[in-house]
């Protein structure tokens, strides 16, 4: 059984607001694709599946960018522009990892109380997906 803690978080100007359940944030992820190395966001390393989002407030304050391959929805703010999450759209045939459509990685800047700073950062090779 895991432990899971809920965690709130937001985007800066805080139209949307969320909860969601993790097993406690202890590393980070950067992807080095070009929207991410552009964003500069550090996500979370796992993917949380959709029930582990437990409440999007302003969810008609987000908007959806794609691009590529369109594997990726890529969620930001109207109002600050920032990205407080990605979700999976369809997982590249070469992808090895766990993720699966629907599946969430979250903007760790955004979560209340988090040092992203203090965290494991692994680099991950979006660029060739």
């Given at each position: 059984?895991?432990?899971?803690?809920?965690?709130?978080?937001?985007?800066?100007?805080g139209?949307?607001?969320?909860?969601?359940?993790?097993?406690?944030?202890?590393?980070?992820?950067?992807?080095?694709?070009?929207?991410?190395?552009?964003?500069?966001?550090?996500?979370?390393?796992?993917?949380?599946?959709?029930?582990?989002?437990?409440?999007?407030?302003?969810?008609?304050?987000?908007?959806?960018?794609?691009?590529?391959?369109?594997?990726?929805?890529?969620?930001?703010?109207?109002?600050?522009?920032?990205?407080?999450?990605?979700?999976?759209?369809?997982?590249?045939?070469?992808?090895?990892?766990?993720?699966?459509?629907?599946?969430?990685?979250?903007?760790?800047?955004?979560?209340?109380s988090?040092?992203?700073?203090?965290?494991?950062?692994?680099?991950?090779?979006?660029?060739?997906?």
């Amino acid at each position: 059984m895991s432990n899971k803690t809920t965690y709130q978080a937001s985007c800066h100007c805080g139209a949307v607001r969320f909860r969601f359940r993790s097993e406690e944030i202890t590393k980070g992820c950067r992807c080095n694709c070009s929207i991410c190395v552009r964003k500069g966001i550090v996500t979370s390393a796992a993917y949380l599946p959709p029930e582990d989002l437990e409440q999007i407030e302003g969810t008609s304050s987000l908007a959806l960018y794609q691009f590529g391959d369109k594997d990726v929805n890529h969620h930001f703010c109207r109002t600050c522009g920032i990205c407080p999450f990605v979700t999976v759209a369809a997982v590249p045939p070469t992808y090895g990892g766990t993720a699966k459509p629907g599946y969430y990685r979250i903007n760790l800047g955004c979560v209340e109380s988090l040092d992203v700073y203090a965290l494991d950062i692994e680099i991950i090779d979006g660029r060739s997906l």
